[in-house]
């Protein structure tokens, strides 16, 4: 029986949303249709928009249903670069591909907050980079955020960052996509213009996501077509994945209690790990970090080798690395956080979910280190370098 301990990739989905999902699959109905069977399919949607305010203390008014994560956060840069004839994106050296590739794309300024070696935005440089903003060289700041890291699980001080923003009449993107579900998101607190969530992350179907765009942020819509969603993004509602991301949420957002006790059981992990591996490091460790995730890094046993190794042990974890043109680079985060490469070679990360258990954990920590004393059969990472 394989044990899945890649819920940040992806989560199960949870019985109650397979089930109203199904059932709405077998009903027909145009959400955007003014009969009766549309009007049906219509508040399907409304009871989501509903769930998603209360959960993450926004209006319903102000959540536009999208695809996916990754296109909540397109709109979102979108219409904050629309908000004004300037603007330098700020955003942090972390940040997801989904926000990372995406200010490249928009040919706007852009420059990189850097992170602390526990993989935290630098207040500090941020502070001192708007102390310095010139309005009319730099334009608007646009604060693009993740309130936690999807391969660390650092919790990111996007309360601070926004007010620092606030100040120079900045607008703030924020990727709660990791987040949502899983610790406690307030839109309304964090002061955020722009906020993102995937269901997927938290046990909700893949292909829905959401923006919540505060009453008075700019929304300037990059899908044409219908005047779906109040003319803010065109397309024919997905209703069942709709009410699936609502009703996730609601459930999710209802097990927070739960799910703060899984870092329990990644603490757990580190120690048995850290026991055999004694230089092995764990990212964050010490940060306030989602409960769920652990990030590791071993210099010389490169992180795609783990995945296989585990994988052929009937276990799914994910490496940091990554294969561009046939070249290994070391992971983001830790390239970021300042490992040497043979060390960011080596990350991997092991994330638990909503239905993980300490037994799944203490499996891991016992196949991890069977792989490692094959990998190197004096259980001493020193010698590791001769391992691909």
């Not at 397979?18 to 249709?33: F, H, K, P």
């Not at 990791?178 to 969530?197: E, H, L």
């Not at 992350?201 to 505060?214: E, F, R, T």
């Not at 009453?215 to 779906?228: D, P, S, Y």
Request: charged fraction near 20%; aromatic fraction near 4%; charge should be negative.
């Amino acid at each position: 029986m394989r044990i899945y301990l890649d819920h940040n990739a992806t989560t199960p989905v949870r019985p109650d949303v397979i089930r109203l999902m199904t059932d709405i699959m077998g009903e027909t109905g145009n959400a955007s249709s003014v009969h009766a069977d549309g009007q049906a399919a219509l508040r399907r949607v409304e009871i989501a928009r509903r769930q998603v305010g209360k959960a993450l203390c926004a209006r319903p008014e102000d959540v536009i249903f999208t695809g996916s994560g990754t296109e909540a956060l397109n709109l979102a840069l979108n219409s904050a670069v629309a908000s004004a004839p300037a603007v330098t994106i700020l955003h942090s050296a972390i940040e997801h591909e989904a926000v990372a590739a995406t200010v490249q794309a928009l040919g706007v300024p852009v420059e990189e907050i850097p992170v602390t070696p526990q993989g935290i935005a630098d207040l500090g440089w941020l502070e001192d980079r708007l102390a310095h903003w010139d309005g009319d060289r730099d334009g608007r700041p646009v604060l693009a955020l993740m309130l936690a890291n999807n391969e660390i699980g650092t919790i990111q001080p996007v309360a601070g960052a926004v007010r620092l923003v606030r100040d120079r009449d900045g607008l703030a993107v924020v990727d709660a996509i990791q987040a949502a579900g899983k610790i406690p998101v307030d839109t309304a607190s964090m002061g955020s213009d722009y906020t993102a969530i995937s269901a997927h992350k938290y046990g909700g179907p893949q292909g829905a996501g959401a923006l919540i765009a505060n009453c008075n942020a700019t929304v300037r819509r990059h899908l044409h077509g219908g005047g779906q969603e109040k003319m803010r993004r065109a397309g024919t509602l997905n209703v069942a994945g709709i009410a699936g991301l609502g009703l996730a949420l609601e459930q999710s957002t209802a097990g927070l209690g739960n799910f703060a006790e899984l870092a329990e059981i990644r603490d757990r992990m580190a120690a048995g790990l850290k026991a055999v591996a004694p230089d092995l490091q764990i990212l964050g460790e010490g940060a306030q970090r989602l409960p769920n995730t652990l990030g590791l890094a071993l210099a010389g046993w490169k992180g795609e080798t783990q995945v296989m190794a585990l994988d052929l042990a009937g276990f799914s974890i994910s490496a940091g690395a990554a294969c561009s043109s046939g070249k290994a680079h070391g992971s983001k985060i830790g390239n970021a956080v300042g490992l040497d490469k043979s060390t960011s070679l080596g990350f991997v990360r092991v994330s638990l979910g909503w239905n993980s258990t300490a037994d799944q954990a203490d499996a891991f920590v016992e196949a991890w280190s069977e792989a490692f004393r094959r990998a190197c059969p004096a259980s001493n990472t020193k010698t590791l370098n001769a391992v691909s």
